[in-house]
């Protein structure tokens, strides 16, 4: 705003001054049309007295005798106030002999002929040589006084030069014309000699004194405007028209104030409107903004509400000014649903685990007990000879003593594999022959780490669901692969298969709704969660299964090893 105002401003004034110059060219114009009738009349009165026939014999008859005679000398005087009795342009006339005798008009007792005046007039072969002087000559008020010097040619011999005629011109004329052409009061119009003399005779004393002190301190002024008419310096605008007749400058010097005097209203009105603007568009980005970031602001206090664990926080959906702000708030929405479901998650996994926990410390119940009780019962059927019995004795004990180890609860394939022979000796301690058991695990696999008692609820749920319902059933497999990083164990059955409305429940996670759920399934489901729990959801166990063929329990892991060893998984 600042800067179209400073260029509107800027321009304005260029446009004044232009129009300025214009204006005052042509009021110029019309006071040097003025000014050149005033000396069109002293060109002719002067001319009326030059060319009297007495006053050319007489200066002839001056010339050849060396002397005027007296008696003309009086006739002489008349035919010089003849000359002009008619006119007010001149205010006095005086005629210099060749023979120094002077004639004058009769009103000045002093004579106003000077040798520079008569050298003058010399050159210009009866033409008016004009000068300024600041003499007080002849009585005259004003503070100079402009006069006119002619060379009186011989009518009969042009060459010849019979005297000379000196005259005053009345300055009031020059200074009506002056004052009355002015465009406005606070412009002076002055006119300027051919030898760059200002004429100001129409100035106060005050005035005249600063315009000469301007020009005298300026002298370039004079020449600029004798090259281009128009010149601006010291916050004044010079204008000048050059008069045809005598060569003299006519110059109008304005003040550029007085012309840019109503751009200073219009530049504080600039000021005042574009300060208004500016708190204008203030007030109204500030609303604006507001308006815009009501959204966010809104979005971002349910941000701090869901900071303190405020999950049920929503935010309405609702047509928002810009369609950033929707998405923002849309996607705010889904984030806190998918905090609040890995919250719940998280929940459910840690509860899982404490109630697993709690199942383990419930089973702990005097562990120590139950193990010097089995190995009195072992010893007891030692003695006696029931090996085989003593055997199975024996294989429960380890088990439990490995199930309630409450020091870890991880361990390696091998220790768990171990467990699992355990169990298989008892069964077949209750089904002597019933079916075989096949392991095949990779050496390098034995170390892996796993959770413990993984494999031991899907090894029974094989035997006790499969197995044993299918009588021709016969085998038992185990098998581990590794690949890329992750371990592949596979237990699979020739038994009576899982029908298939079984297999939709089977892998369900369990919910903490406080229903009570049959342990038909329990096994297998626990250990999904414990791998899922352990090593994320990409992890758990896949069941493969057909009615009267057998079932395939595929459970996938990572292959960490035990940090005694010295390989990586």
Known sequence: MAIITYATIRQSTRV????????????????DQNLQRILQVAHDTTNKAINNKLLQKTLIESKRNGAMDPLTFSSIRDSLNTAFVDTNVISYMELHSLTAETVSSGICFQTIMRDAMRRGSETLQGATYWSITEDQLCQISTPYTLTGTRAVVNLLNPNEILGYLTYTINLNFLTDILHRDKDSSSTVMMLISENGEPIMNHLSEEDHTHMKALFTSHPSIYDELRKRHSYND???????????????????????????????????????????????????STLFASFLTKPLRDIISKMKLVAFGNFKVKVEPQRYFNQESEQLALHFTYMVENFRYLVQEVYEKQDLERKATLRALQAQVNPHFLYNTLDNIFWGLESEGGSKTSQVILDLSQMLRYALNPNSSMTTLEEELWHIKRYISIIQYRYPGRFQTHIHVPEELLCCQIPRLLIQPIVENAITYGIEPKKSAKELRIEATESQGIVTLTISDDGAGIPEEKLKVLLKKRRATGEQQSDKGLGILNVHERLALHYGDTFGVQISSEVGVGTQITMKFPSLIHKGDEATG
């Open 16 to 31: 004044i001054e232009h129009n300025s110059y214009h204006y005052i060219n042509l009021a110029l114009n019309q006071t």
């Open 234 to 284: 010291q916050g004044y605008l010079f204008t000048s028209y050059e008069d045809v007749y005598t060569h003299w400058l006519l110059v109008a010097i304005t003040p550029q104030l007085e012309l840019t005097r109503g751009l200073n209203e219009i530049y504080i009105t600039s000021l005042w409107v574009g300060g208004g603007l500016i708190v204008a568009t203030i007030i109204f």
